[in-house]
């Protein structure tokens, strides 16, 4: 039931002279049924040196600080397959557990209120993500290009995540009924739903020189808020 099974690993260790020593690790699995269809799994973590700007940059609540570890725990799977020589199809599923790591500066700093705690979810990454295509060959007349074109159609789902309450944030600086709440408190975050997003396109070269594109994004017309 396969042609290639191939098991891959990888072991890293980083040591810096103001963040300590750091290591990840990573393994992974690509299985190979057919010149068509492969599966890959991978089970890796990542970690990031701060950079000087994160050091000795002052700060202030609305600048973007990004230091410390960042653990990403997760496995993605992908097929691809094509049909009646016209037709390709292809699909790939995500589940990623993404948490703060070890930040010797932002979890012993009060400003941060426990945000960025070793552990501790991080906002705006969602749990799973997945996406099936499916592509039409468009073949070349005597009258354009033998390029021809595509035609597809995108479906992507985008899991569960949790992130900022932005009506509750915004209301809260400009409302003076309202209670106000800082960037990183832990009141303004809510659990946003998982949803559906569709996406067509097509592609299509009229001379060998001349091509047109033509995109539809967000056809359901989805909204956060």
Do not use: C
């Amino acid at each position: 039931f396969a042609d290639e099974v191939t098991f891959e690993t990888a072991y890293r260790t980083d040591h810096y002279d103001t963040s300590g020593t750091v290591s990840a690790s990573k393994f992974g699995l690509s299985w190979v049924i057919n010149d068509d269809i492969r599966f890959r799994g991978v089970v890796s973590e990542s970690v990031r040196a701060p950079s000087i700007d994160d050091l000795f940059t002052i700060k202030q609540e609305y600048w973007y600080i990004n230091l410390g570890q960042i653990i990403n725990k997760g496995i993605e799977v992908a097929a691809k397959t094509r049909v009646f020589d016209f037709f390709d199809v292809s699909a790939n599923y995500t589940y990623l557990d993404s948490r703060w790591g070890e930040d010797s500066l932002r979890q012993n700093d009060p400003i941060y209120e426990g945000f960025y705690n070793k552990g501790v979810q991080r906002t705006d990454v969602p749990s799973q993500t997945g996406n099936v295509s499916i592509s039409f060959n468009i073949p070349g007349t005597k009258y354009t290009s033998k390029k021809g074109g595509s035609l597809s159609f995108d479906l992507s789902y985008i899991g569960k995540r949790k992130g900022r309450d932005w009506l509750l944030y915004y209301d809260g600086l400009y409302n003076p009924d309202i209670q106000p709440f800082t960037y990183y408190s832990s009141e303004i975050l809510m659990d946003y739903d998982s949803y559906y997003n569709a996406r067509f396109r097509l592609n299509y070269w009229l001379t060998k020189e001349v091509s047109t594109y033509f995109d539809i994004r967000n056809l359901n017309n989805h909204t956060d808020i």
